[in-house]
């Protein structure tokens, strides 16, 4: 069974920036996509950014273009989030998701999920 292990969560300042890290026990480029979801209180989890496995192609949700970077080092089976200009809206809990296969639908497996406090 793949394990995800977020890190890098805690509280920063609006404007400021935070790097979210998100260890494997598998190799992360063999995954079919990687991904950062966010839920913040009283509000469903939504999609933040993704890396697939092969291409290194991404994604970003339009309320983080230009500010956050998805990006991975595959030596050391860790996927990162690369968050600057952080701004209270960005307040929620930080999940990373592995999308194993194309033979699955969606992402099925998940870490436990890092906090980012953003004060303003």
């Known amino acids: 069974q793949v394990q995800l292990v977020e890190s890098g969560g805690g509280l920063v300042q609006a404007g400021g920036s935070l790097r979210l890290s998100c260890a494997a026990s598998?190799?992360?480029?063999?995954?079919?996509?990687m991904a950062w979801f966010r839920q913040a209180p009283g509000k469903e989890r939504e999609l933040v950014s993704s890396?697939?496995?092969?291409?290194?192609?991404?994604y970003y949700v339009d309320s983080v273009k230009g500010r956050f970077t998805i990006s991975r080092d595959n030596a050391k089976n860790t996927v990162y989030l690369q968050m600057n200009d952080l701004k209270s809206e960005d307040t929620a809990v930080y999940y990373c998701?592995?999308?194993?296969?194309?033979?699955?639908?969606?992402?099925?497996?998940w870490g436990q999920g890092t906090q980012v406090t953003v004060s303003s």
């Open positions: 998701a592995g999308w194993s296969t194309a033979f699955v639908s969606t992402y099925d497996i």
């Open positions: 598998r190799r992360t480029f063999s995954m079919y996509r």
């Open positions: 890396i697939r496995g092969s291409s290194g192609n991404t």
